[in-house]
Structure formats: C-alpha cells, structure tokens
C-alpha cells in the first residue's frame, strides 16, 4: 500500500510540472513518444520505471531527482 502512494505522489508531480511548464498532456506524450493514454497512466503513477523516469524529466525539461523529491 505505501509503494502505491509513493507511485501516486510522484504522478502527482509530473502532472505538477507538465502544467508548471505550460506542456499539455498531448504534447508531453507527443515528445515522449508515447500515447496520450500512457502519458495519463503515468501521471496517475502507473508504468513508470526508472528510465521512464529520466525520460519524463527530459519531457518536461527538469532534473529527474525534482520528481522524487519530496
């Protein structure tokens, strides 16, 4: 259970910097290469790995550890 608040937490924080950055959801999914549908399972804490990770933080143009921060 608590593996499943930190993965919503860190969804959280992408979604806080894909709006902080003016980036929609379509255009961080569009530069990630992915679909939209993968992008909001992501945002909800889903499928993210630590290279999705790194990946996510290039998207939206931040230091991969300010999504793990708490």
Partial sequence: MESKLKEAKLG??????????????QQAADRYG??????????????????VLFKVAEVLGVEAWLLLKA
């Fill in 12 to 25: 959280k924080k992408i979604h806080h910097y894909h709006r902080q950055k003016a980036i929609s959801q």
């Fill in 34 to 51: 992915c679909s939209l549908r993968w992008w909001q399972e992501v945002e909800h804490g889903r499928n993210i790995t630590i290279l």
